[in-house]
């Protein structure tokens, strides 16, 4: 397949570059300093119409592709974590779920809300259901016409900013039967008896919150479960199948930290002079460049093929997962070459890639930590091996 950029993708890339270099660089380093979630950012995003971008026109979006988004995320995530990674939840995940199994209620509300600015939150993790996320407590049961739900989510991403909540809880008809995990919408400030808990004071991302959300007897009508056409016994597969595009997105973030954190070292390396020369005559300097660069070509085919995979509809789990972790990974391995090539500098928070080191470490847990996808990986190519 040809990943060679058509003149619309060219374009759609270069506003989204222009924008990031223009506007969001400049804010970056504040927001990791306030840890507040950057508004002005967000009316920015919206302006340049990158939230809902993949909406079908006929619920108000633009009707672009995976890739399409991927080039905006890669492009914000190259200057700023946070706003990359508000652009995926955008266009991504929650949102996806509801735009693929949700009814034309459900579709057009979630729509709405997001081309109105809010980032989407996706309740699936708990203190004790992380990786293992089928094991969740959080209990949905049926009386009439509503559902009541109790239980605490953990590490949700956007939890005190984000309206809509798609949140994963074990559902539970009137007789007391299990039937299967399901996706509930709840809006913040409408829906009562959901609460925000404790903020986790975070490493890096740090304008874009993580907290508990909680529910307490939160009860919301039964036309706010999300059930996929094979019903809830089957069906929270399928509702984990959109968290996997939502893995490409983070894919993207983590590349573009990568390449911030090259750009950066690249430019310092031709600056910064020592014994005479700069230190980009080096040889030393010479291989962490090449690595960086060779790492950053690889990690951006595997994300273009995953998202060329999902916007197709061909299967994606794999190329989703090979994307993810690879990306990730480089993430950490490429700046912590650009913070020894930085040095002392490096270390300090007088340029950027001290930040960029600690945004990268969260791709390698957030949406599926590097061990989960490699079980991903391994139970795809192994699967007609070992049955």
């Not at 924008?19 to 990791?32: N, P, S, V």
């Amino acid at each position: 397949m040809n990943f060679q950029l058509s003149p619309e993708r060219l374009k759609l890339q270069s506003a989204a570059r222009e924008l990031a270099r223009g506007q969001i660089q400049a804010r970056a380093a504040e927001i990791d300093r306030s840890e507040e979630y950057p508004w002005d950012n967000v009316a920015r995003l919206k302006e340049a119409g990158f939230f809902g971008m993949t909406l079908p026109t006929e619920y108000g979006g633009r009707g672009l592709s995976y890739l399409d988004a991927v080039l905006v995320i890669d492009e914000m995530a190259r200057v700023c974590g946070i706003t990359g990674r508000i652009v995926v939840e955008a266009n991504m995940g929650a949102i996806g779920a509801i735009m693929r199994y949700g009814t034309e209620a459900q579709k057009k509300l979630a729509a709405a809300l997001v081309l109105d600015g809010d980032k989407p939150a996706i309740c699936i993790t708990e203190p004790g259901a992380g990786s293992a996320a089928s094991e969740m407590t959080t209990r949905a049961e049926k009386r009439g016409d509503t559902y009541v739900l109790n239980g605490r989510k953990h590490w949700i991403t956007g939890a005190g900013i984000s309206r809509l909540h798609l949140v994963f809880a074990r559902v539970f008809d009137e007789a007391g039967e299990e039937q299967g995990i399901g996706g509930f919408i709840a809006i913040r400030g409408e829906t009562k008896g959901l609460r925000i808990g404790r903020r986790e004071p975070a490493m890096g991302l740090r304008g874009l919150p993580e907290a508990e959300v909680i529910f307490e007897d939160m009860e919301v009508p039964a036309a706010s479960l999300v059930v996929p056409p094979r019903g809830l016994r089957k069906g929270f597969a399928d509702l984990m199948d959109a968290y996997n595009a939502q893995r490409v997105g983070a894919a993207a973030v983590a590349l573009g930290i990568a390449e911030g954190a090259y750009d950066a070292a690249l430019e310092y390396a031709g600056i910064r002079k020592q014994f005479g020369k700069p230190i980009g005559s080096f040889q030393g300097v010479h291989f962490q460049l090449a690595d960086m660069a060779l790492e950053i070509e690889a990690g951006t085919h595997l994300l273009y093929h995953a998202a060329w995979l999902k916007q197709n509809g061909k299967p994606f789990k794999k190329e989703a997962a090979m994307a993810k972790l690879f990306c990730s990974e480089l993430a950490m391995r490429a700046t912590t070459k650009a913070v020894q090539i930085f040095g002392g500098y490096g270390y300090t928070t007088e340029y950027p890639v001290e930040r960029m080191m600690r945004d990268a470490k969260v791709c390698e847990i957030g949406e599926g930590t590097s061990e989960i996808q490699r079980m991903v990986i391994a139970r795809q190519i192994l699967g007609d091996v070992v049955g």
